[in-house]
Protein backbone atom coordinates (compact mmCIF):
# COMPACT_ATOMS: atom_id res chain seq x y z
CA UNK A 1 0.00 0.00 0.00
CA UNK A 2 1.27 3.38 -0.97
CA UNK A 3 1.44 5.45 2.31
CA UNK A 4 0.16 9.23 1.90
CA UNK A 5 1.04 12.24 3.21
CA UNK A 6 -1.01 12.18 5.80
CA UNK A 7 0.13 8.49 7.37
CA UNK A 8 3.09 9.95 6.77
CA UNK A 9 2.42 12.52 9.38
CA UNK A 10 0.54 10.44 11.93
CA UNK A 11 3.10 7.78 11.75
CA UNK A 12 6.11 10.19 12.11
CA UNK A 13 5.15 11.58 15.33
CA UNK A 14 7.00 12.20 18.55
CA UNK A 15 6.32 14.53 21.35
CA UNK A 16 8.35 17.86 21.89
CA UNK A 17 9.93 19.02 24.71
CA UNK A 18 12.08 21.80 23.43
CA UNK A 19 10.60 24.38 21.70
CA UNK A 20 12.25 27.71 19.57
CA UNK A 21 10.96 31.22 21.58
CA UNK A 22 8.52 32.00 18.53
CA UNK A 23 5.02 32.62 19.06
CA UNK A 24 2.51 31.01 17.12
CA UNK A 25 0.49 33.58 14.53
CA UNK A 26 -2.64 34.28 14.73
CA UNK A 27 -3.30 32.79 11.66
CA UNK A 28 -1.86 29.61 12.73
CA UNK A 29 -3.82 29.31 15.91
CA UNK A 30 -7.24 29.91 14.21
CA UNK A 31 -6.28 26.63 11.87
CA UNK A 32 -5.22 24.55 14.54
CA UNK A 33 -8.72 25.12 16.47
CA UNK A 34 -10.49 25.28 13.06
CA UNK A 35 -8.61 21.72 12.62
CA UNK A 36 -9.91 20.94 16.17
CA UNK A 37 -13.85 21.52 15.59
CA UNK A 38 -13.40 19.07 12.57
CA UNK A 39 -13.09 16.30 14.30
CA UNK A 40 -16.18 13.86 14.92
CA UNK A 41 -17.83 15.33 18.65
CA UNK A 42 -20.15 12.81 20.17
CA UNK A 43 -24.35 13.10 19.41
CA UNK A 44 -23.29 17.00 17.84
CA UNK A 45 -23.45 18.03 21.46
CA UNK A 46 -19.79 19.85 20.67
CA UNK A 47 -18.55 19.78 24.63
CA UNK A 48 -15.48 20.68 24.71
CA UNK A 49 -13.59 23.92 24.57
CA UNK A 50 -10.29 25.40 23.78
CA UNK A 51 -8.40 27.78 25.84
CA UNK A 52 -5.24 29.07 24.03
CA UNK A 53 -2.38 30.64 26.97
CA UNK A 54 -0.29 33.18 25.76
CA UNK A 55 -0.23 35.16 28.77
CA UNK A 56 3.16 34.89 30.52
CA UNK A 57 2.00 35.11 33.94
CA UNK A 58 -0.58 31.99 33.52
CA UNK A 59 1.94 30.22 31.64
CA UNK A 60 4.32 30.43 34.64
CA UNK A 61 1.52 29.33 37.09
CA UNK A 62 0.53 26.26 34.87
CA UNK A 63 4.49 25.35 34.82
CA UNK A 64 4.12 25.36 38.48
CA UNK A 65 1.65 23.09 38.86
CA UNK A 66 2.71 20.69 35.85
CA UNK A 67 6.15 19.83 37.70
CA UNK A 68 8.10 22.62 36.59
CA UNK A 69 8.31 21.19 33.25
CA UNK A 70 9.86 24.10 31.28
CA UNK A 71 7.80 23.59 28.27
CA UNK A 72 4.77 24.18 29.54
CA UNK A 73 5.97 27.92 29.97
CA UNK A 74 8.34 27.81 26.89
CA UNK A 75 6.33 27.25 23.45
CA UNK A 76 4.66 28.80 21.09
CA UNK A 77 1.09 28.61 22.33
CA UNK A 78 0.25 26.64 25.24
CA UNK A 79 -3.97 24.80 24.64
CA UNK A 80 -5.62 23.75 27.38
CA UNK A 81 -8.60 21.14 25.76
CA UNK A 82 -11.44 21.66 28.34
CA UNK A 83 -14.66 18.43 28.63
CA UNK A 84 -17.16 21.58 28.82
CA UNK A 85 -20.69 21.15 29.64
CA UNK A 86 -21.39 24.73 30.63
CA UNK A 87 -22.06 26.12 27.45
CA UNK A 88 -24.93 23.20 26.69
CA UNK A 89 -26.24 23.66 30.30
CA UNK A 90 -26.42 27.30 29.65
CA UNK A 91 -28.26 26.85 25.91
CA UNK A 92 -30.88 23.89 28.18
CA UNK A 93 -31.61 26.70 30.99
CA UNK A 94 -32.26 29.82 28.38
CA UNK A 95 -34.88 27.31 26.78
CA UNK A 96 -36.22 26.27 30.24
CA UNK A 97 -35.49 22.46 30.01
CA UNK A 98 -34.31 20.24 32.49
CA UNK A 99 -30.12 19.71 32.75
CA UNK A 100 -30.36 16.54 34.65
CA UNK A 101 -28.62 14.89 31.75
CA UNK A 102 -25.01 17.02 32.42
CA UNK A 103 -24.16 15.57 35.74
CA UNK A 104 -24.32 11.84 34.58
CA UNK A 105 -21.66 9.30 33.57
CA UNK A 106 -22.73 9.13 30.30
CA UNK A 107 -22.75 12.64 29.57
CA UNK A 108 -18.73 12.87 31.24
CA UNK A 109 -17.54 10.04 28.71
CA UNK A 110 -19.31 12.56 25.86
CA UNK A 111 -17.48 15.52 27.20
CA UNK A 112 -14.31 13.83 27.92
CA UNK A 113 -14.49 12.35 24.30
CA UNK A 114 -15.28 15.49 22.63
CA UNK A 115 -12.05 16.81 24.04
CA UNK A 116 -10.05 14.16 22.98
CA UNK A 117 -10.90 13.93 19.19
CA UNK A 118 -10.73 17.63 18.76
CA UNK A 119 -7.43 17.54 20.78
CA UNK A 120 -5.82 15.17 18.50
CA UNK A 121 -7.34 16.89 15.31
CA UNK A 122 -4.95 20.01 16.38
CA UNK A 123 -1.86 17.40 17.29
CA UNK A 124 -2.18 16.57 13.70
CA UNK A 125 -2.81 19.64 12.06
CA UNK A 126 0.39 20.96 13.77
CA UNK A 127 2.45 18.35 12.99
CA UNK A 128 1.73 18.80 9.34
CA UNK A 129 2.76 22.62 9.50
CA UNK A 130 5.97 21.74 10.80
CA UNK A 131 5.27 22.49 14.49
CA UNK A 132 5.78 19.76 17.47
CA UNK A 133 3.23 19.69 20.23
CA UNK A 134 3.30 17.61 23.43
CA UNK A 135 0.25 16.96 26.00
CA UNK A 136 0.87 18.08 29.31
CA UNK A 137 -1.76 15.57 31.60
CA UNK A 138 -0.33 16.98 34.66
CA UNK A 139 -2.06 20.15 34.64
CA UNK A 140 -4.19 18.04 36.84
CA UNK A 141 -2.08 18.20 39.49
CA UNK A 142 -3.62 20.79 40.94
CA UNK A 143 -6.91 20.59 39.61
CA UNK A 144 -8.66 22.90 41.42
CA UNK A 145 -5.70 25.61 41.17
CA UNK A 146 -5.37 24.89 37.32
CA UNK A 147 -9.69 25.45 37.14
CA UNK A 148 -8.92 28.67 39.03
CA UNK A 149 -6.45 30.40 37.14
CA UNK A 150 -8.39 29.63 33.85
CA UNK A 151 -11.34 30.52 35.59
CA UNK A 152 -13.50 27.53 34.46
CA UNK A 153 -17.11 27.39 36.01
CA UNK A 154 -19.21 24.33 37.48
CA UNK A 155 -19.64 21.60 34.52
CA UNK A 156 -16.23 22.17 33.19
CA UNK A 157 -13.21 19.58 33.17
CA UNK A 158 -9.58 20.35 32.35
CA UNK A 159 -8.85 17.67 31.10
CA UNK A 160 -5.27 18.35 29.95
CA UNK A 161 -3.25 20.80 28.08
CA UNK A 162 -1.16 20.91 25.20
CA UNK A 163 2.37 22.89 24.07
CA UNK A 164 2.53 23.64 20.32
CA UNK A 165 5.64 25.11 18.39
CA UNK A 166 8.83 25.15 16.68
CA UNK A 167 10.41 22.39 17.74
CA UNK A 168 14.48 22.64 18.96
CA UNK A 169 15.24 19.46 19.59
CA UNK A 170 14.63 16.08 17.40
CA UNK A 171 13.74 13.04 18.86
CA UNK A 172 13.48 9.61 18.04
CA UNK A 173 10.44 7.96 17.66
CA UNK A 174 9.59 5.94 20.70
CA UNK A 175 8.91 2.07 19.81
CA UNK A 176 4.90 1.11 20.04
CA UNK A 177 3.69 -1.77 21.25
CA UNK A 178 3.67 -4.79 18.93
CA UNK A 179 0.30 -4.61 16.62
CA UNK A 180 -0.76 -8.01 17.54
CA UNK A 181 -0.72 -7.07 21.35
CA UNK A 182 -2.91 -3.88 20.28
CA UNK A 183 -4.81 -5.60 18.21
CA UNK A 184 -7.98 -8.15 18.89
CA UNK A 185 -9.85 -9.75 16.19
CA UNK A 186 -13.59 -10.36 17.16
CA UNK A 187 -13.20 -10.61 20.28
CA UNK A 188 -10.52 -9.91 23.43
CA UNK A 189 -7.65 -11.96 23.79
CA UNK A 190 -6.54 -11.96 27.24
CA UNK A 191 -2.94 -13.54 26.53
CA UNK A 192 -0.51 -11.47 24.43
CA UNK A 193 1.97 -13.34 23.29
CA UNK A 194 5.04 -13.23 25.68
CA UNK A 195 8.15 -13.91 23.14
CA UNK A 196 7.17 -10.59 21.36
CA UNK A 197 6.38 -8.66 24.51
CA UNK A 198 10.09 -9.26 25.50
CA UNK A 199 11.29 -7.99 21.91
CA UNK A 200 9.44 -5.42 22.42
CA UNK A 201 11.01 -5.01 26.10
CA UNK A 202 14.32 -4.93 24.24
CA UNK A 203 13.72 -2.27 21.60
CA UNK A 204 12.82 0.27 24.53
CA UNK A 205 15.52 -0.58 26.83
CA UNK A 206 17.77 0.05 23.27
CA UNK A 207 15.27 3.31 22.82
CA UNK A 208 16.60 5.01 25.89
CA UNK A 209 19.84 3.60 26.26
CA UNK A 210 20.32 5.92 22.85
CA UNK A 211 18.38 9.01 23.52
CA UNK A 212 20.01 9.03 27.24
CA UNK A 213 24.35 7.95 26.32
CA UNK A 214 23.85 4.78 28.42
CA UNK A 215 22.14 6.48 31.12
CA UNK A 216 18.48 4.96 31.06
CA UNK A 217 18.54 1.57 31.32
CA UNK A 218 14.55 0.67 31.60
CA UNK A 219 11.69 -1.93 30.00
CA UNK A 220 8.49 -1.06 28.86
CA UNK A 221 7.13 -3.56 31.45
CA UNK A 222 9.75 -2.28 34.09
CA UNK A 223 8.17 0.93 33.57
CA UNK A 224 4.30 0.49 33.40
CA UNK A 225 4.73 -2.27 36.61
CA UNK A 226 7.22 0.53 38.74
CA UNK A 227 3.79 2.93 38.15
CA UNK A 228 1.09 1.03 39.46
CA UNK A 229 1.62 1.42 43.29
CA UNK A 230 1.41 4.70 43.84
CA UNK A 231 -2.26 6.41 43.66
CA UNK A 232 -1.87 10.25 43.06
CA UNK A 233 -3.95 13.16 41.83
CA UNK A 234 -6.40 12.09 44.28
CA UNK A 235 -8.80 15.23 44.21
CA UNK A 236 -9.98 14.09 40.34
CA UNK A 237 -12.95 12.46 42.04
CA UNK A 238 -13.97 15.20 44.13
CA UNK A 239 -13.18 17.84 41.46
CA UNK A 240 -15.90 16.05 39.19
CA UNK A 241 -18.32 15.52 41.93
CA UNK A 242 -18.22 18.67 43.30
CA UNK A 243 -18.09 20.40 39.44
CA UNK A 244 -21.25 18.50 38.64
CA UNK A 245 -19.78 16.53 36.42
CA UNK A 246 -21.45 13.09 36.45
CA UNK A 247 -20.14 10.35 37.95
CA UNK A 248 -23.64 9.27 38.79
CA UNK B 1 -1.80 30.54 4.80
CA UNK B 2 -1.56 27.61 2.25
CA UNK B 3 -3.29 24.37 3.23
CA UNK B 4 -1.61 21.00 3.27
CA UNK B 5 -2.77 18.20 2.29
CA UNK B 6 -3.50 17.09 6.01
CA UNK B 7 -5.81 19.82 7.14
CA UNK B 8 -7.69 19.40 4.06
CA UNK B 9 -8.17 16.16 5.05
CA UNK B 10 -9.20 16.96 8.20
CA UNK B 11 -11.04 20.32 7.70
CA UNK B 12 -13.34 17.62 4.40
CA UNK B 13 -15.05 15.01 7.61
CA UNK B 14 -18.12 13.96 7.73
CA UNK B 15 -19.91 10.72 9.13
CA UNK B 16 -20.73 8.42 6.99
CA UNK B 17 -23.64 6.20 7.27
CA UNK B 18 -24.06 4.25 4.51
CA UNK B 19 -21.37 2.45 3.27
CA UNK B 20 -20.37 -0.15 0.10
CA UNK B 21 -20.69 -4.07 0.50
CA UNK B 22 -16.80 -4.30 0.74
CA UNK B 23 -14.33 -5.51 3.60
CA UNK B 24 -11.87 -3.60 4.12
CA UNK B 25 -8.06 -5.82 3.76
CA UNK B 26 -5.76 -7.42 5.85
CA UNK B 27 -3.46 -4.43 4.87
CA UNK B 28 -5.57 -1.96 5.32
CA UNK B 29 -6.48 -3.04 8.89
CA UNK B 30 -2.55 -2.66 9.60
CA UNK B 31 -2.25 0.83 8.34
CA UNK B 32 -5.34 1.93 9.85
CA UNK B 33 -4.06 -0.03 13.66
CA UNK B 34 -0.12 1.72 13.12
CA UNK B 35 -2.05 4.81 12.13
CA UNK B 36 -3.46 4.82 15.85
CA UNK B 37 -0.97 3.71 17.92
CA UNK B 38 1.44 6.48 16.71
CA UNK B 39 -1.02 8.69 18.78
CA UNK B 40 0.29 10.01 21.97
CA UNK B 41 -0.06 7.99 25.06
CA UNK B 42 -0.65 9.27 28.52
CA UNK B 43 2.69 8.50 30.62
CA UNK B 44 3.63 5.60 27.71
CA UNK B 45 1.12 3.38 29.45
CA UNK B 46 -0.54 2.44 26.12
CA UNK B 47 -4.05 1.94 28.21
CA UNK B 48 -6.34 0.76 25.18
CA UNK B 49 -7.16 -2.03 22.62
CA UNK B 50 -8.86 -2.16 19.48
CA UNK B 51 -11.13 -5.16 18.47
CA UNK B 52 -11.63 -5.47 14.80
CA UNK B 53 -14.92 -6.87 14.46
CA UNK B 54 -15.76 -8.82 10.59
CA UNK B 55 -17.57 -12.13 12.29
CA UNK B 56 -21.24 -11.25 10.79
CA UNK B 57 -22.77 -13.04 14.35
CA UNK B 58 -20.97 -10.47 16.30
CA UNK B 59 -21.75 -7.23 14.12
CA UNK B 60 -25.27 -8.46 14.15
CA UNK B 61 -25.31 -8.21 17.99
CA UNK B 62 -23.56 -5.15 17.97
CA UNK B 63 -26.23 -3.50 15.95
CA UNK B 64 -28.86 -4.74 18.00
CA UNK B 65 -27.21 -2.73 21.05
CA UNK B 66 -26.51 -0.01 18.74
CA UNK B 67 -30.23 1.14 18.38
CA UNK B 68 -30.35 -0.62 15.07
CA UNK B 69 -28.46 1.28 13.14
CA UNK B 70 -27.70 -0.71 9.41
CA UNK B 71 -24.42 1.02 9.48
CA UNK B 72 -23.05 -0.92 12.90
CA UNK B 73 -23.55 -4.48 10.64
CA UNK B 74 -22.68 -3.35 7.11
CA UNK B 75 -19.42 -1.68 6.82
CA UNK B 76 -15.87 -2.60 5.74
CA UNK B 77 -15.17 -3.47 9.14
CA UNK B 78 -16.52 -2.10 12.73
CA UNK B 79 -13.49 -1.67 15.17
CA UNK B 80 -14.32 -1.37 19.29
CA UNK B 81 -12.21 1.08 20.93
CA UNK B 82 -11.46 -0.22 24.81
CA UNK B 83 -10.02 1.90 27.96
CA UNK B 84 -7.61 -0.73 28.60
CA UNK B 85 -6.13 -1.53 31.63
CA UNK B 86 -6.32 -5.14 32.14
CA UNK B 87 -3.16 -5.25 29.95
CA UNK B 88 -0.77 -2.96 32.39
CA UNK B 89 -2.70 -5.12 35.00
CA UNK B 90 -1.33 -8.46 33.89
CA UNK B 91 2.40 -6.96 33.80
CA UNK B 92 2.10 -5.49 37.08
CA UNK B 93 1.44 -8.63 38.61
CA UNK B 94 3.64 -10.57 36.68
CA UNK B 95 6.09 -8.65 38.09
CA UNK B 96 4.87 -9.05 41.82
CA UNK B 97 3.86 -4.81 42.10
CA UNK B 98 0.93 -3.61 43.44
CA UNK B 99 -2.06 -2.62 40.98
CA UNK B 100 -3.39 -0.08 43.18
CA UNK B 101 -3.28 2.57 40.71
CA UNK B 102 -5.45 1.11 38.09
CA UNK B 103 -8.53 1.62 39.86
CA UNK B 104 -8.47 4.98 40.44
CA UNK B 105 -10.17 7.94 38.82
CA UNK B 106 -6.35 9.11 37.49
CA UNK B 107 -5.83 6.12 35.59
CA UNK B 108 -9.49 5.62 33.99
CA UNK B 109 -9.17 9.30 32.55
CA UNK B 110 -5.62 8.16 31.18
CA UNK B 111 -7.73 4.91 29.59
CA UNK B 112 -9.85 7.27 27.97
CA UNK B 113 -8.14 9.71 26.42
CA UNK B 114 -5.64 7.15 24.95
CA UNK B 115 -8.67 5.30 23.35
CA UNK B 116 -9.61 8.36 21.58
CA UNK B 117 -6.08 9.63 20.85
CA UNK B 118 -5.94 6.17 18.91
CA UNK B 119 -9.42 6.57 17.58
CA UNK B 120 -9.12 9.87 16.08
CA UNK B 121 -5.50 8.94 14.18
CA UNK B 122 -7.84 6.09 12.79
CA UNK B 123 -10.64 8.46 11.56
CA UNK B 124 -7.70 10.73 10.06
CA UNK B 125 -5.78 7.73 8.33
CA UNK B 126 -8.96 6.11 7.25
CA UNK B 127 -10.37 9.20 5.59
CA UNK B 128 -7.07 9.60 3.94
CA UNK B 129 -7.63 6.43 2.21
CA UNK B 130 -10.72 7.31 0.89
CA UNK B 131 -12.70 5.23 3.47
CA UNK B 132 -15.57 6.78 5.44
CA UNK B 133 -15.70 6.63 9.23
CA UNK B 134 -18.89 6.67 11.84
CA UNK B 135 -17.99 6.78 15.83
CA UNK B 136 -20.97 4.79 17.76
CA UNK B 137 -21.45 5.49 20.82
CA UNK B 138 -24.52 3.54 21.48
CA UNK B 139 -22.51 0.23 22.21
CA UNK B 140 -23.12 1.27 25.10
CA UNK B 141 -26.72 1.42 25.32
CA UNK B 142 -25.82 -2.46 26.56
CA UNK B 143 -22.47 -2.32 28.23
CA UNK B 144 -22.80 -5.49 30.05
CA UNK B 145 -24.05 -7.03 26.62
CA UNK B 146 -21.38 -5.41 24.46
CA UNK B 147 -18.95 -6.59 27.15
CA UNK B 148 -19.73 -10.42 26.86
CA UNK B 149 -19.94 -10.38 23.26
CA UNK B 150 -16.48 -9.11 22.87
CA UNK B 151 -15.23 -11.20 25.88
CA UNK B 152 -14.23 -8.23 27.49
CA UNK B 153 -12.03 -8.50 30.75
CA UNK B 154 -11.91 -6.63 34.22
CA UNK B 155 -10.42 -3.34 33.56
CA UNK B 156 -11.35 -2.89 30.18
CA UNK B 157 -14.24 -0.42 28.84
CA UNK B 158 -15.74 -0.73 25.38
CA UNK B 159 -15.93 3.16 25.10
CA UNK B 160 -16.92 3.53 21.34
CA UNK B 161 -17.35 1.70 18.32
CA UNK B 162 -16.22 3.46 14.57
CA UNK B 163 -17.99 1.85 11.49
CA UNK B 164 -15.11 2.31 8.40
CA UNK B 165 -15.73 1.52 5.13
CA UNK B 166 -16.35 2.86 1.49
CA UNK B 167 -18.28 5.76 1.50
CA UNK B 168 -22.20 4.85 -0.36
CA UNK B 169 -23.00 8.23 0.66
CA UNK B 170 -22.01 12.23 0.07
CA UNK B 171 -23.08 13.86 2.98
CA UNK B 172 -22.77 17.52 2.83
CA UNK B 173 -20.59 18.91 6.10
CA UNK B 174 -22.12 19.56 9.02
CA UNK B 175 -21.59 22.93 10.85
CA UNK B 176 -19.35 23.31 13.73
CA UNK B 177 -20.00 26.29 16.14
CA UNK B 178 -18.02 29.60 15.28
CA UNK B 179 -14.48 29.83 16.37
CA UNK B 180 -15.43 32.35 19.33
CA UNK B 181 -17.59 29.82 21.32
CA UNK B 182 -15.10 27.12 21.40
CA UNK B 183 -11.71 29.42 21.29
CA UNK B 184 -11.09 30.98 24.87
CA UNK B 185 -7.87 33.31 25.08
CA UNK B 186 -5.97 33.18 28.64
CA UNK B 187 -9.36 32.53 30.57
CA UNK B 188 -12.66 30.61 29.98
CA UNK B 189 -15.20 33.11 28.14
CA UNK B 190 -18.65 31.93 30.26
CA UNK B 191 -20.66 34.45 27.18
CA UNK B 192 -20.55 33.34 23.86
CA UNK B 193 -21.65 35.96 21.61
CA UNK B 194 -25.81 35.57 20.99
CA UNK B 195 -25.54 36.65 18.06
CA UNK B 196 -23.31 34.80 16.45
CA UNK B 197 -25.00 31.85 18.18
CA UNK B 198 -28.16 32.61 16.79
CA UNK B 199 -26.52 32.60 13.25
CA UNK B 200 -25.18 29.55 13.75
CA UNK B 201 -28.80 28.12 14.39
CA UNK B 202 -29.75 29.39 11.48
CA UNK B 203 -26.93 27.81 9.24
CA UNK B 204 -27.70 24.30 11.02
CA UNK B 205 -31.45 24.80 9.93
CA UNK B 206 -30.53 25.26 6.79
CA UNK B 207 -28.24 22.31 6.59
CA UNK B 208 -30.75 19.91 8.16
CA UNK B 209 -33.81 21.61 5.93
CA UNK B 210 -31.53 20.70 2.67
CA UNK B 211 -30.28 17.16 4.05
CA UNK B 212 -34.00 16.13 4.41
CA UNK B 213 -36.01 17.93 1.95
CA UNK B 214 -36.96 20.13 4.18
CA UNK B 215 -38.30 17.22 6.57
CA UNK B 216 -36.54 18.32 9.64
CA UNK B 217 -36.46 21.43 11.03
CA UNK B 218 -33.97 22.05 13.82
CA UNK B 219 -31.82 24.56 15.39
CA UNK B 220 -28.36 23.55 17.01
CA UNK B 221 -29.77 24.92 20.92
CA UNK B 222 -33.04 23.45 19.93
CA UNK B 223 -31.80 20.22 19.99
CA UNK B 224 -28.93 20.25 22.37
CA UNK B 225 -31.86 21.58 24.68
CA UNK B 226 -34.43 18.71 24.11
CA UNK B 227 -31.37 16.25 25.26
CA UNK B 228 -30.74 17.47 28.65
CA UNK B 229 -33.96 16.21 30.43
CA UNK B 230 -33.68 12.71 30.03
CA UNK B 231 -30.40 10.34 31.64
CA UNK B 232 -29.93 7.27 29.89
CA UNK B 233 -27.22 4.47 29.52
CA UNK B 234 -27.50 4.43 34.02
CA UNK B 235 -25.50 1.46 34.21
CA UNK B 236 -22.05 2.91 32.88
CA UNK B 237 -21.54 4.00 36.05
CA UNK B 238 -22.15 0.34 37.80
CA UNK B 239 -20.45 -1.15 35.03
CA UNK B 240 -17.29 0.76 35.68
CA UNK B 241 -17.37 0.31 39.43
CA UNK B 242 -17.89 -3.30 39.33
CA UNK B 243 -15.09 -4.08 36.74
CA UNK B 244 -12.80 -1.85 38.99
CA UNK B 245 -12.10 1.26 36.65
CA UNK B 246 -11.45 3.35 39.47
CA UNK B 247 -14.12 6.24 40.59
CA UNK B 248 -12.07 6.70 43.10
Known amino acids: MKINPVIETLLNHRSIRKFKDQALTEKQIRILVESAQAASTSSYTQSYSIIGVDDPKIKKQLRAIASDQAYVEQNGCFFVFVADQYRNKMIGETS ?80 RLPFAAIYHHNRYNPAPDQNSLKAYDQRVADYYRMRTGGQREETWTSQIADGLGRPYRKALKPYLERHHLGLR
Not at 100 to 108: D, G, M, S, W, Y
Open 96 to 175: GESTAVLNTTQRLLVALGDACFAAQNMAVAAESMGLGICYIGSIQNDIDKTSEILHLPDFAFPFFGMAVGYPDQHPEKKP
